[in-house]
């Protein structure tokens, strides 16, 4: 019996000393080390580990709901490391022509080289140019650059520029521009880049989502939106003459005539002729890019936006449009003429009547002499 004694002192003795030091739990003596690790990170380690002991589930608790009070957007960092950024792009429509020899000589520095030759556009880059500027990636640059592209025909694209940002650009541009427009055309869209992304591209509300935005997916982003927002100026410009054709037309029903001058009449028929050309010839509506004809990839992005964007719709409605306003021009035309014969047609008639009567006189004068 001593010895069961001695051992039950022993055993008090230990347990005394146990409860005098304090108790700190695991997850709190470690707390630097957990918060370092990201959350992605450590969710996957206990997918990996899911027979873990009794107690390893409660520490993962109380570390995620430490990371959610820390930080509330913390459970949206696994989306926002797959989407690298959003670029803002604007497409503006200034002028009827763009000097782009002369561009390209006083800004050879900032020109992005090209793979293809193409004689109606250059593409800039501009480092840092505005402080204001965010980093966002262009391919293998993460300086906060920013890229503008220049239509002969007088389009601009702006890529990663502010609304605030944007005149700053088009003053560069106005330097070398002619035909400048009282009100220009403006249109917004947008970019994201998922290297993550299965396929090379993926549409979107009012953005396209592109696995890899290069030097070549922004020229062939800027061939649309610059087509596009050179439609919208002719289109504007035929609707006009569509509606002052169509006044003519209510005044013709009211009336009987109308009061339009032959060389208005003229100008109107070289206006909307001129209109058609650009849009065949400057703004190369039917040119297929060399660019989406080497890569099926680009192809995929610009048949994607031409169809996001109607333009072959868009176009066939303007040249509808057109073929009115042409068809309202010849029976004018015809009017006029018949016009113009009807006067020849009086004309003579008087002539013919002074004749006439200049006979009878004689005849008269020559009767009353004998």
Request: hydrophobic share 40%; with cysteine.
């Amino acid at each position: 019996m001593g010895r069961w004694k001695a051992a039950n002192f022993v055993a008090r003795i230990l347990l005394t000393k146990s409860r005098s030091i304090p108790q700190t739990p695991f997850h709190k003596t470690c707390k630097f080390s957990l918060v370092s690790v990201p959350k992605i990170q450590f969710l996957k380690f206990r997918r990996s580990f899911s027979v873990a002991p009794a107690l390893y589930p409660q520490y993962v608790d109380d570390f995620e709901y430490k990371i959610d009070n820390n930080n509330n957007t913390e459970s949206l960092e696994s989306n926002d490391d797959e989407e690298i950024g959003k670029v803002p792009i604007k497409a503006y429509f200034l002028c009827t022509s763009i000097d782009l020899k002369r561009m390209q000589a006083e800004n050879s520095t900032d020109i992005l080289p090209s793979s293809s030759r193409s004689p109606n556009h250059i593409a800039f880059r501009f480092f840092n140019l505005l402080p204001t500027n965010n980093a966002l990636r262009f391919g293998e640059n993460t300086n906060g650059c920013s890229c503008m592209v220049v239509f002969k025909y007088g389009a601009v694209v702006l890529f990663n520029v502010e609304d605030g940002e944007a005149e700053y650009y088009l003053r560069i541009v106005r330097r070398y521009a002619s035909g400048l427009l009282r009100e220009m055309k403006k249109d917004d869209y947008a970019v994201k880049e998922k290297p993550s992304l299965v396929e090379d591209m993926q549409g979107g509300a009012d953005h396209i989502v592109l696995k890899n935005l290069d030097t070549d997916s922004i020229r062939v982003i800027s061939s649309v939106l610059g087509q596009s927002i050179a439609l919208d100026y002719f289109v504007s410009q035929v609707d006009g003459m569509v509606e002052e054709f169509a006044g003519i037309n209510r005044e013709m029903e009211k009336t009987g005539t109308f009061t339009m001058k032959r060389k208005k009449l003229f100008q109107l028929v070289g206006k909307a002729n001129s209109n058609i050309a650009d849009v065949i010839l400057k703004v190369g509506i039917f040119e297929r890019s060399e660019i989406a004809w080497r890569d099926a990839k680009y192809a995929q992005i610009l048949e994607y936006l031409r169809e996001e964007y109607e333009v072959s719709q868009r176009f066939g409605n303007l040249n509808f449009k057109v073929k009115f306003v042409e068809h309202n021009i010849h029976f004018l035309q015809e009017v006029l003429q018949n016009r113009k014969s009807d006067l020849l047609e009086w004309c003579i008639i008087v002539l013919l009547a002074v004749e006439n009567v200049v006979c009878i006189y004689e005849i008269i004068r020559d009767t009353t002499g004998h």
